[in-house]
C-alpha cells in the first residue's frame, strides 16, 4: 500500500515535469527557426530565397553571398566592432566589479545615498543623455575615434548592480581570515573576492559583449567610414533601400546578418555552462 501510494504521489510530479520539458522545447524550436532561416537563406540561391512555398533546408547551397560580403570593407566593419565590444566589455568588468565590492562590503558616509543614484541609473534610457555625450566627445576630441565610441558606455549601472549583490550574498568568513593573515582591502578582493566572482563575471561578459556587438544609434552617431562598426556598416545591404537593382536582394543582406550574429552565438556556447550556473547565482537576491 504504501508504494502505491508512493508511486500515485510521484506520478503527477512526473506530468508536470513533462509538460514543463515539452513546453521548454516548443519555446527553443520557436526561438531557433528565425536564426535556422536566417543562415539557411544566406547559403541559398537567390531565386530561392523568396518562394511561394518556404523550405527551410536550401536545395542547393552556395557561398556567393558571402563572397559578395568582400566588395564592402567588412573586415574593417568587424575588426572595428572586435575592438569595441572587447575592450568595453573589459574595462565594464574592471570598473563596476570593485563598485560593486565596495557597495557589499564597505561603509562609507553617502554609501546608501550613492546607491540610490545608482539603481535609479537604471530608469534612465542612455538615448536621454546622448547629446549631452556627443558634445563631451566632440569637445574631447574623439568623436571619429573608436575610444570615441568606447569610453561613453563604459559606466554600467546593471554590472554595479549586479556585482553589489552577488558580493552582498557571499559568506565574509573567508574576508576575515584574509583580513586575519595581514591581507588588506585590495589584497582581499583580488585575492579572495575576485576568484569566487566568476559566475557574476561570465554573466556580464556575455550580456555586456552582446549589448555592445549590436550597438547601432551610438556607433553611427559618432562614427566615421574608417570606425563604422559591423552592426551600421551592413545597413548597406539593406534589401529595402532605394536601390531598385539591389531590392531584391536578400541574399547578401542575410549573410551579412549571420556575420553579424555569429560571434554572439558563439561567446554563448562557449560560455553556456557557466552562464547558467551564473544566472543561478547572481543579482537574484541581496
Given at each position: 500500500?504504501?508504494?502505491?501510494?508512493?508511486?500515485?504521489?510521484?506520478?503527477?510530479?512526473?506530468?508536470?515535469?513533462?509538460?514543463?520539458?515539452?513546453?521548454?522545447?516548443?519555446?527553443?524550436?520557436?526561438?531557433?527557426?528565425?536564426?535556422?532561416?536566417?543562415?539557411?537563406?544566406?547559403?541559398?540561391?537567390?531565386?530561392?530565397?523568396?518562394?511561394?512555398k518556404p523550405q527551410l533546408i536550401p536545395r542547393t547551397i552556395t557561398l556567393e553571398h558571402y563572397r559578395s560580403l568582400f566588395d564592402y570593407p567588412i573586415l574593417l566593419w568587424l575588426r572595428n566592432s572586435l575592438v569595441v565590444s572587447v575592450a568595453t566589455t573589459v574595462l565594464t568588468l574592471a570598473t563596476a566589479c570593485p563598485a560593486g565590492y565596495a557597495f557589499a562590503r564597505f561603509s562609507f558616509k553617502g554609501h546608501k545615498a550613492l546607491f540610490m543614484v545608482v539603481l535609479a541609473s537604471l530608469m534612465v534610457p542612455f538615448e536621454s543623455g546622448m547629446v549631452a555625450l556627443y558634445l563631451?566627445?566632440?569637445?574631447?576630441?574623439?568623436?571619429?575615434?573608436?575610444?570615441?565610441?568606447?569610453?561613453?558606455?563604459?559606466?554600467?549601472?546593471?554590472?554595479?548592480?549586479?556585482?553589489?549583490?552577488?558580493?552582498?550574498?557571499?559568506?565574509?568568513?573567508?574576508?576575515?581570515?584574509?583580513?586575519?593573515?595581514?591581507?588588506?582591502?585590495?589584497?582581499?578582493?583580488?585575492?579572495?573576492?575576485?576568484?569566487?566572482?566568476?559566475?557574476?563575471?561570465?554573466?556580464?561578459?556575455?550580456?555586456?559583449?552582446?549589448?555592445?556587438?549590436?550597438?547601432?544609434?551610438?556607433?553611427?552617431?559618432?562614427?566615421?567610414?574608417?570606425?563604422?562598426?559591423?552592426?551600421?556598416?551592413?545597413?548597406?545591404?539593406?534589401?529595402?533601400?532605394?536601390?531598385?537593382?539591389?531590392?531584391?536582394?536578400?541574399?547578401?543582406?542575410?549573410?551579412?546578418?549571420?556575420?553579424?550574429?555569429?560571434?554572439?552565438?558563439?561567446?554563448?556556447?562557449?560560455?553556456?555552462?557557466?552562464?547558467?550556473?551564473?544566472?543561478?547565482?547572481?543579482?537574484?537576491?541581496?
Amino acid at each position: 500500500m504504501a508504494l502505491k501510494r508512493r508511486s500515485r504521489g510521484r506520478y503527477p510530479a512526473k506530468v508536470w515535469n513533462l509538460a514543463i520539458w515539452a513546453t521548454g522545447m516548443a519555446v527553443t524550436v520557436l526561438w531557433l527557426i528565425p536564426i535556422i532561416w536566417l543562415f539557411s537563406s544566406s547559403l541559398k540561391p537567390e531565386a530561392q530565397i523568396l518562394t511561394l512555398k518556404p523550405q527551410l533546408i536550401p536545395r542547393t547551397i552556395t557561398l556567393e553571398h558571402y563572397r559578395s560580403l568582400f566588395d564592402y570593407p567588412i573586415l574593417l566593419w568587424l575588426r572595428n566592432s572586435l575592438v569595441v565590444s572587447v575592450a568595453t566589455t573589459v574595462l565594464t568588468l574592471a570598473t563596476a566589479c570593485p563598485a560593486g565590492y565596495a557597495f557589499a562590503r564597505f561603509s562609507f558616509k553617502g554609501h546608501k545615498a550613492l546607491f540610490m543614484v545608482v539603481l535609479a541609473s537604471l530608469m534612465v534610457p542612455f538615448e536621454s543623455g546622448m547629446v549631452a555625450l556627443y558634445l563631451l566627445v566632440v569637445r574631447m576630441g574623439i568623436r571619429s575615434t573608436l575610444l570615441g565610441m568606447i569610453l561613453p558606455v563604459v559606466v554600467s549601472p546593471v554590472s554595479v548592480y549586479v556585482f553589489r549583490n552577488f558580493f552582498f550574498s557571499l559568506p565574509k568568513d573567508l574576508e576575515d581570515a584574509a583580513a586575519i593573515d595581514g591581507c588588506g582591502p585590495w589584497e582581499t578582493f583580488l585575492r579572495v573576492a575576485l576568484p569566487l566572482a566568476k559566475p557574476a563575471l561570465v554573466v556580464l561578459t556575455i550580456v555586456n559583449f552582446v549589448d555592445v556587438w549590436n550597438q547601432f544609434l551610438w556607433p553611427l552617431l559618432v562614427g566615421t567610414r574608417e570606425t563604422k562598426t559591423l552592426a551600421v556598416g551592413i545597413t548597406i545591404l539593406n534589401p529595402s533601400r532605394a536601390d531598385t537593382s539591389a531590392a531584391f536582394r536578400f541574399g547578401p543582406a542575410m549573410a551579412a546578418a549571420g556575420v553579424l550574429a555569429l560571434p554572439t552565438l558563439i561567446v554563448y556556447l562557449l560560455l553556456q555552462r557557466h552562464f547558467v550556473e551564473g544566472v543561478s547565482t547572481t543579482g537574484l537576491k541581496g
